[in-house]
RNA sequence: GGGGUCGUAGUUCAGUUGGUUAGAACGCCGGCCUGUCACGCCGGAGGUCGCGAGUUCGAGUCUCGUCGGCCCCGCCA
């Protein structure tokens, strides 16, 4: 038992028979109000106690409103009143009331009325919580996970639930005026070998054997347009068995959608407006479409990643032919050994002291990179250990090259073209973030297209799809299956926000030629092609539409929405960097019983 | 699999060069208080310093291991 005060058990027991309803919730009284006889519930927010009289904050998820209990009004209602504790939650019944002159509180929206309580009863009791109901103060994030519904109640979680919830409406309004279907697609069904590692589910009738859940309804969609649904959509979980990140949850929602006889550009035209109502929904912001496009190779060389943040500049550029004219071993070694130069331009980097110089050497290193080697920019020339490498009209042409002035600083990656991108691209958003360069207000949308089609995987000696087996090559570029796999471009387009990728998709390949064709370039052979992907192929020998889709991460979409650092803070209950729910302790052992049901052993070793 | 960072009261955090009895704020408990709204005032309780081992006369502090939260690389659209 943990009550507070014993006396007031009777209540409790009581208040099971009797009905709890309000007539207004917490946030809906104004002055409008007055006069009118109320009943209200909620929890206890705050309660100032002054002995003779007291006031109580009564809060839900629509507001607060300030009930006095006076002895004068209800002599009971105020003994009551001295029992209360935090989180409990109170039905009160009074009268709305303008408050007194000079009491009226402008930082409550009720705050011109207070509530006189002349019957007041315990609804519910609470613990004391493990912490304070207070929009300020932020638990850490073990203790919110694992008290979700307590940090639920503390408000800004609540509001970006109330967010998500509009952001839905808003997509779904807007494609159902649009003609798009929501059709439902399996949560159990079959492993696909491409991809990301499967959740799996035995199956119990069939010994021995799993269900996959899905990475995405990407091939039931795809049928559903071969079955003449037209324009599917679906606002949908989709389940990866990867490592976390602050973006990633093993389980997390796409608006997955489909339509048939479109191309690239009518795919981006509905996306545009569906992004737009989204945005007007959670933030009565107007966005500029259409967006601007990029091709992936830009994007790679300008600003090193496929999912450039256009909110500041800093973009890199290659040096090799000038680096070329160097003695510097480091730059000659890099390039003889099929490598390139590149570098940026980091502003007012010539006041680094030598201590940031080493961190962000250090940063350089950790993202993979073999060193740093960097060049001051100063009013009096060249600053730099290896400036004596280089003549100085070389020096000129780099800081031309990447646009650097005065007081700034020059840093350069010498490595394999791959590893140059990555390690400058980490390096230009951290430091542009640490500079202050990105103005947190912007949003800053733009079209990633013109992708490869597969890409070579020195691990598994093959190539494999860049975005998934059943994305289009250009028609164009078809010829090359045969010749360069490796420079075919794909129908794909990312939708990038911020840096971010918040939506991916592409016309697919609708020709059973054309998808064998695809399988045999990733070494799929066709007896497994037909074990694994058999109904697709089939399907698509039944007069398949062209078909194309894209869909969009939720999370992500509502973490920018919302100013969020992770998309955690969008979802209500979501996991640990360890994939591990503290709420309900999952994952967790199951009984000797299920397992045997189920034909598994555990074998841990 | 790897790198970084954090773990001290219910919560958020401080804790010096290894040294006496580990502190603060909020919260909690008790008392007083009829216009507060982060109410106020008085008093009080509350600690396995994540866990284990080691170094040391002595460990919250140093070392190793381990568990957990977070960020990143790999992985993943």
Request: charged share 25%; aromatic share 8%.
């Amino acid at each position: 038992m943990f009550y507070n005060n014993n006396l007031l058990v009777n209540e409790v027991v009581m208040s099971d028979f009797t009905r709890h309803a309000r007539t207004h919730t917490c946030g809906q009284l104004r002055a409008a109000d007055e006069g009118k006889e109320v009943t209200l519930v909620g929890w206890v927010h705050r309660r100032r106690d002054h002995g003779g009289l007291v006031f109580v904050d009564l809060r839900d998820r629509f507001g607060v409103t300030q009930v006095v209990l006076n002895p004068q009004i209800d002599a009971a209602a105020h003994e009551l009143a001295h029992a209360l504790r935090a989180e409990f939650i109170l039905q009160a019944r009074g009268k709305v009331s303008h408050r007194p002159a000079g009491t009226v509180n402008e930082k409550l929206d009720t705050g011109e009325i207070e509530v006189y309580a002349d019957h007041a009863q315990i609804i519910s009791q609470s613990k004391t919580p493990p912490f304070v109901i207070e929009e300020g103060e932020t638990p850490s994030e073990a203790v919110k996970l694992k008290y979700r519904y307590l940090e639920m109640r503390r408000g800004p979680l609540a509001r970006a639930l109330e967010m998500r919830h509009r952001v839905c409406m808003a997509a779904r309004r807007y494609l159902d005026a649009l003609g798009f279907l929501e059709v439902e697609t399996p949560m159990l069904t079959k492993s696909t070998p491409e991809g990301a590692r499967d959740f799996l589910a035995p199956s119990r009738l069939s010994p021995g054997k799993f269900f996959a859940l899905p990475q995405s309804p990407q091939l039931f969609k795809q049928l559903l347009m071969v079955g003449g649904m037209d324009r599917y959509f679906q606002i949908v979980k989709c389940f990866r068995d990867e490592d976390l990140r602050a973006d990633r949850q093993p389980e997390f929602t796409q608006i997955d959608m489909e339509m048939s006889f479109v191309d690239e550009e009518e795919v981006r035209r509905v996306c545009e407006g569906l992004i737009g109502e989204m945005f007007m929904a959670a933030r009565a912001i107007k966005l500029d479409t259409p967006f601007p496009l990029i091709s992936y190779a830009d994007a790679m060389n300008r600003f090193g990643v496929d999912r450039p943040d256009l909110r500041f500049g800093m973009e890199l550029a290659g040096v090799s032919a000038l680096a070329a004219q160097c003695e510097f071993k480091v730059f000659k070694d890099a390039l003889a050994g099929g490598g390139a130069v590149r570098g940026m331009a980091v502003p007012g980097g010539a006041a680094f002291s030598r201590k940031d110089l080493e961190d962000i050497t250090n940063e350089a290193i950790q993202l993979g990179a073999k060193g740093l080697a960097w060049i001051k920019v100063t009013g009096e020339g060249y600053q730099s250990p290896i400036a004596k490498f280089f003549q100085t009209a070389t020096l000129d042409g780099i800081r031309e090259a990447l646009g650097a002035g005065a007081g700034d600083l020059m840093v350069f990656v010498a490595d394999s073209v791959k590893a140059g991108y990555a390690v400058l691209g980490a390096l230009r958003l951290s430091l542009g973030h640490r500079l202050g360069l990105i103005d947190g207000a912007k949003l800053n949308f733009v079209w990633v297209v013109d992708f490869p089609l597969l890409e070579y995987d020195e691990e598994e000696k093959r190539y494999v799809a860049l975005h998934h087996p059943f994305t289009s090559p250009k028609l164009e570029d078809i010829a090359l299956f045969d010749t360069d796999p490796g420079k075919m471009r794909a129908r794909a387009y990312d939708l990038v926000l911020n840096g971010s990728e918040i939506g991916g998709g592409s016309i697919r390949i609708h020709q059973r030629e054309v998808q064998d064709m695809m399988f045999r370039a990733l070494s799929i052979g066709p007896d497994e092609a037909r074990e694994k992907f058999g109904f697709l192929l089939e399907a698509f020998e039944f007069g398949a539409p062209p078909h194309g889709g894209i869909a969009f991460g939720l999370d992500r979409i509502c973490a920018i929405l919302t100013g969020a650092e992770s998309i955690r803070d969008v979802i209500a209950f979501p996991k640990t960097q360890k994939g591990a729910c503290l709420l309900t302790d999952a994952p967790s052992e199951v009984a000797p019983r299920q397992l045997k049901e189920l034909g598994l052993k555990r074998d841990l070793s």
